[in-house]
């Protein structure tokens, strides 16, 4: 463990470098993974499903379906 606290110690400055470059890399890519990424249940279901059409003739009756509870 002497030799790691000796090496981390005269090149702190490299492993903070190098640690964020790393971070840097990895928010990159986890931006461009993330970006397209789509949670809405409606796209992930058939538009002709049964559960969608009845939500898209909910939507036209009200204001918000935001807390809308069955």
Do not use: C, Q, W
């Not at 790691?4 to 790393?22: E, Q, S």
């Not at 970006?35 to 918000?64: H, M």
């Amino acid at each position: 463990m002497n030799g790691i606290t000796r090496f981390l110690l005269k090149n702190a400055f490299a492993v903070v470098l190098v640690g964020f470059a790393l971070s840097s890399v990895g928010a990159y890519y986890s931006f461009h993974l993330f970006s397209n990424l789509r949670t809405d249940i409606e796209e992930l279901l058939p538009t002709d499903a049964r559960s969608v059409l009845d939500l898209k003739e909910v939507r036209g009756r009200l204001e918000s379906t935001n807390n809308l509870s069955v």
